[in-house]
C-alpha cells in the first residue's frame, strides 16, 4: 500500500466519520447533470411508483434512490434541477411500430410529444430502398435524429433488391441473394419485417418465410411480421404462418387486431392461441395501437389480382365487372363506405361514402374510376372496442403507434397518450404501472435492449416527467397532427429533448445497435 493511497483513505475515512451531511453524495461525480427531485418513480417494471430522485450524469441514470439532497450537497455540482412534486418520473416509451423518414423530419417532435423515445423502423417488409441500409443509418446518425432509433430490414425490400420482385417462386441463385443480404443486413438491425398484406412480400410461400426465418434464427434476431390476413376469418391461418417461422426465429405480430371480429371473448380465443404456442416454446409477442380504426393505402380492398397500378389497368380493362363486385363486397364487409375516411389530397377528411353521394357514383365505381389502389390513404373503422381492449391488457401485448409524423391518423399524434388518458385514467382498464411496463420495459425486452426501458441505475437516461392527469391525446381523426400534451419533460440520453411543450434546438437520439 503506498503512501499516497493511505492518505486518501484516510481522508476519507475522516470525511466519512462528520457525518452524512457533510460527506459528499456520489463524490464520483464531480459534475452532475440533471437532478429530478421529488417525484413519483415508476421504474417500468410494473412496480408500484416509489418516492425518489434521480441522478443523471452524462446520458446514463447513476442514482435512484429516496436520500433527500440538501442544498450543500449538491448545489455546486449540479447543472439542472427537475422539481417533480406531484408527477410521475417513468422510463421513455418504446414504440415498437413506427414510420417516417428521419432525413425528412429528424426532430420527430410528434413521437416525443406524446413520451416516445425510442422508435422501430423498416417495418411492414418496407425499409429505404438504398445501396446501403448501413450507410443510411450512418447518415440519419449524423444528421441527427431526435428519439433513439432501432432499425428493421424488410423482407419486400431485400425481395425487390434481389431481383424477386413480385415472383412467386424465386430463382435459387435469387432466393440466395437475398437470404446473404438477410443475413448480412442482421448484423446491424434488430430483425426482419414482413408485409405479408402488401406487394412484393404477399407472393412470398410459406416456404420461402421458413428460409428467411432460419437466417433470421441463426442471428438470433426477430421477425416481426405485419400478417398475411387480419380479417377475423382468416386470423388463425396468418397466426399459423408466423408460428411455424417461430420454430426459427422470435417472432411478434405488428398491429395485432382482428378486422371485423367482436367482444371479449374473440379477443379471448386469439389470446389463447398466443398463450398456447408459448407453452409449446414458441417465443411470440405482439403490439396494436389504441384505435378501432386502421390506415393504410386503399390497395388494401383490392385484391391480390389489381393492387399494383400495373395490375389494376390489367383488371379494370378486362375484368371490370368481378372488379367492382369484389370491391363492393370487400368494403361493405369492412362495415361500408362510411367507414372508410380518406386520407390523401384532394380528398382529405372525406368518407368513400360522402364522395359517392357527391359524385352520384356507386362507390366501387369511384374505386375504380376516380382513386384506384394507389391513390390514396383511408382510416378503415373495421375493429370493434371491446375486444381490442381487451387485447390490450394482455401482459406479451406491448403498444405501437403504427404512425408518422405526417399520417393522416391520429395514432401517430397519439397513442401513447391515449393509452394513459383513455385506458388507465378514463377507463381504468389497465392500471398506471402495467400500462408503464407496457409501453417501456415490455417493449424494451421484445427489442433485446438491456440498457433502456428500466428506470434504474446504469441504464441510460430516456426518461419523462407527468402527471397523467394533464395527459392529452388531441389528435383526432378529422384533425389528426395535433401534438399531445402532457409530458412536461421528455429525456433522451440524458437531456432534455422536449420540456413544456418546447422542442431543444438539437437532437439527442442515438441509432441503437442490436446487443
Ligand atoms: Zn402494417
Redesign the pocket.
Given at each position: 500500500m503506498n503512501r499516497v493511497f493511505v492518505a486518501s483513505a484516510l481522508a476519507l475515512a475522516l470525511l466519512s466519520a462528520c457525518g452524512s451531511k457533510e460527506s459528499p453524495f456520489l463524490p464520483e461525480y464531480p459534475a452532475i447533470d440533471l437532478l429530478i427531485e421529488n417525484g413519483q418513480v415508476l421504474d417500468g417494471l410494473g412496480n408500484d411508483a416509489v418516492a425518489a430522485n434521480v441522478v443523471i450524469v452524462g446520458d446514463r441514470i447513476v442514482y435512484v434512490g429516496d436520500t433527500a439532497f440538501t442544498a450543500s450537497d449538491l448545489s455546486e455540482r449540479v447543472s439542472r434541477r427537475i422539481d417533480a412534486s406531484g408527477k410521475i418520473v417513468a422510463p421513455g416509451f418504446i414504440d415498437l411500430?413506427s414510420h417516417g423518414d428521419p432525413l425528412e423530419t429528424p426532430e420527430l417532435e410528434n413521437f416525443l410529444a406524446m413520451g416516445v423515445t425510442t422508435i422501430t423502423l423498416g417495418?411492414?417488409g418496407s425499409s429505404p430502398e438504398v445501396d446501403s441500409l448501413s450507410e443510411w443509418l450512418n447518415q440519419v446518425a449524423e444528421n441527427g435524429i431526435g428519439t433513439n432509433l432501432a432499425m428493421f430490414v424488410g423482407h419486400g425490400t431485400l425481395r425487390t433488391q434481389s431481383g424477386i420482385g413480385m415472383a412467386a417462386t424465386p430463382a435459387p441463385e435469387d432466393m440466395d441473394r437475398m437470404l446473404t443480404m438477410l443475413d448480412d443486413a442482421l448484423k446491424y438491425t434488430f430483425g426482419m419485417s414482413t408485409?405479408l398484406?402488401y406487394n412484393p412480400g404477399l407472393n412470398a410461400s410459406t416456404a420461402e418465410l421458413r428460409a428467411l426465418a432460419k437466417v433470421v434464427g441463426a442471428n438470433d434476431r426477430m421477425i416481426m411480421s405485419?400478417m398475411r390476413n387480419e380479417d377475423d376469418d382468416q386470423l388463425e391461418a396468418s397466426i399459423a404462418e408466423l408460428l411455424e417461422q417461430g420454430e426459427d426465429a422470435r417472432v411478434h405480430i405488428?398491429?395485432l387486431k382482428s378486422v371485423y371480429g367482436k367482444g371479449v371473448e374473440r379477443a379471448e380465443e386469439i389470446l389463447g392461441i398466443l398463450a398456447d404456442a408459448r407453452g409449446s416454446g414458441v417465443e411470440i409477442t405482439a403490439e396494436m395501437y389504441p384505435y378501432s380504426a386502421s390506415y393504410?393505402g386503399l390497395d388494401i380492398v383490392f385484391p391480390v389480382w389489381a393492387k399494383t397500378a400495373e395490375q389494376f389497368a390489367v383488371a379494370k380493362a378486362e375484368r371490370r365487372d368481378e372488379l367492382a363486385e369484389y370491391l363492393r363486397n370487400r368494403v361493405n364487409q369492412r362495415n361500408g363506405p362510411e367507414a372508410t375516411l380518406l386520407g390523401t389530397d384532394p380528398w382529405t377528411g372525406r368518407t368513400l361514402a360522402e364522395l359517392a353521394h357527391e359524385m352520384e357514383l356507386p362507390f366501387e365505381d369511384v374505386l375504380i374510376d376516380v382513386i384506384g389502389p394507389q391513390g390514396s390513404n383511408g382510416a378503415y373503422f373495421v375493429m370493434n372496442d371491446e375486444l381490442q381492449a381487451r387485447l390490450l391488457q394482455d401482459p406479451n401485448v406491448g403498444v405501437c403507434s403504427?404512425g408518422s409524423p405526417t399520417g393522416f391518423h391520429p395514432r401517430g399524434h397519439g397513442t401513447f397518450a391515449r393509452i394513459i388518458e383513455t385506458f388507465v385514467m378514463k377507463n381504468k382498464s389497465l392500471t398506471l404501472p402495467d400500462a408503464i411496463r407496457k409501453m417501456t420495459s415490455f417493449p424494451a425486452g421484445v427489442l433485446g435492449l438491456s440498457d433502456r426501458g428500466v428506470l434504474q441505475a446504469d441504464r441510460f437516461a430516456d426518461l419523462i416527467v407527468f402527471d397523467p392527469v394533464n395527459v392529452r391525446e388531441n389528435a383526432t381523426y378529422p384533425d389528426p397532427l395535433r401534438l399531445a400534451d402532457g409530458f412536461d419533460v421528455v429525456i433522451v440520453n440524458g437531456r432534455i429533448a422536449r420540456e413544456d411543450g418546447r422542442l431543444d434546438d438539437a437532437t439527442h437520439g442515438a441509432v441503437l445497435r442490436p446487443q
Amino acid at each position: 500500500m503506498n503512501r499516497v493511497f493511505v492518505a486518501s483513505a484516510l481522508a476519507l475515512a475522516l470525511l466519512s466519520a462528520c457525518g452524512s451531511k457533510e460527506s459528499p453524495f456520489l463524490p464520483e461525480y464531480p459534475a452532475i447533470d440533471l437532478l429530478i427531485e421529488n417525484g413519483q418513480v415508476l421504474d417500468g417494471l410494473g412496480n408500484d411508483a416509489v418516492a425518489a430522485n434521480v441522478v443523471i450524469v452524462g446520458d446514463r441514470i447513476v442514482y435512484v434512490g429516496d436520500t433527500a439532497f440538501t442544498a450543500s450537497d449538491l448545489s455546486e455540482r449540479v447543472s439542472r434541477r427537475i422539481d417533480a412534486s406531484g408527477k410521475i418520473v417513468a422510463p421513455g416509451f418504446i414504440d415498437l411500430h413506427s414510420h417516417g423518414d428521419p432525413l425528412e423530419t429528424p426532430e420527430l417532435e410528434n413521437f416525443l410529444a406524446m413520451g416516445v423515445t425510442t422508435i422501430t423502423l423498416g417495418q411492414d417488409g418496407s425499409s429505404p430502398e438504398v445501396d446501403s441500409l448501413s450507410e443510411w443509418l450512418n447518415q440519419v446518425a449524423e444528421n441527427g435524429i431526435g428519439t433513439n432509433l432501432a432499425m428493421f430490414v424488410g423482407h419486400g425490400t431485400l425481395r425487390t433488391q434481389s431481383g424477386i420482385g413480385m415472383a412467386a417462386t424465386p430463382a435459387p441463385e435469387d432466393m440466395d441473394r437475398m437470404l446473404t443480404m438477410l443475413d448480412d443486413a442482421l448484423k446491424y438491425t434488430f430483425g426482419m419485417s414482413t408485409g405479408l398484406e402488401y406487394n412484393p412480400g404477399l407472393n412470398a410461400s410459406t416456404a420461402e418465410l421458413r428460409a428467411l426465418a432460419k437466417v433470421v434464427g441463426a442471428n438470433d434476431r426477430m421477425i416481426m411480421s405485419h400478417m398475411r390476413n387480419e380479417d377475423d376469418d382468416q386470423l388463425e391461418a396468418s397466426i399459423a404462418e408466423l408460428l411455424e417461422q417461430g420454430e426459427d426465429a422470435r417472432v411478434h405480430i405488428s398491429h395485432l387486431k382482428s378486422v371485423y371480429g367482436k367482444g371479449v371473448e374473440r379477443a379471448e380465443e386469439i389470446l389463447g392461441i398466443l398463450a398456447d404456442a408459448r407453452g409449446s416454446g414458441v417465443e411470440i409477442t405482439a403490439e396494436m395501437y389504441p384505435y378501432s380504426a386502421s390506415y393504410t393505402g386503399l390497395d388494401i380492398v383490392f385484391p391480390v389480382w389489381a393492387k399494383t397500378a400495373e395490375q389494376f389497368a390489367v383488371a379494370k380493362a378486362e375484368r371490370r365487372d368481378e372488379l367492382a363486385e369484389y370491391l363492393r363486397n370487400r368494403v361493405n364487409q369492412r362495415n361500408g363506405p362510411e367507414a372508410t375516411l380518406l386520407g390523401t389530397d384532394p380528398w382529405t377528411g372525406r368518407t368513400l361514402a360522402e364522395l359517392a353521394h357527391e359524385m352520384e357514383l356507386p362507390f366501387e365505381d369511384v374505386l375504380i374510376d376516380v382513386i384506384g389502389p394507389q391513390g390514396s390513404n383511408g382510416a378503415y373503422f373495421v375493429m370493434n372496442d371491446e375486444l381490442q381492449a381487451r387485447l390490450l391488457q394482455d401482459p406479451n401485448v406491448g403498444v405501437c403507434s403504427d404512425g408518422s409524423p405526417t399520417g393522416f391518423h391520429p395514432r401517430g399524434h397519439g397513442t401513447f397518450a391515449r393509452i394513459i388518458e383513455t385506458f388507465v385514467m378514463k377507463n381504468k382498464s389497465l392500471t398506471l404501472p402495467d400500462a408503464i411496463r407496457k409501453m417501456t420495459s415490455f417493449p424494451a425486452g421484445v427489442l433485446g435492449l438491456s440498457d433502456r426501458g428500466v428506470l434504474q441505475a446504469d441504464r441510460f437516461a430516456d426518461l419523462i416527467v407527468f402527471d397523467p392527469v394533464n395527459v392529452r391525446e388531441n389528435a383526432t381523426y378529422p384533425d389528426p397532427l395535433r401534438l399531445a400534451d402532457g409530458f412536461d419533460v421528455v429525456i433522451v440520453n440524458g437531456r432534455i429533448a422536449r420540456e413544456d411543450g418546447r422542442l431543444d434546438d438539437a437532437t439527442h437520439g442515438a441509432v441503437l445497435r442490436p446487443q
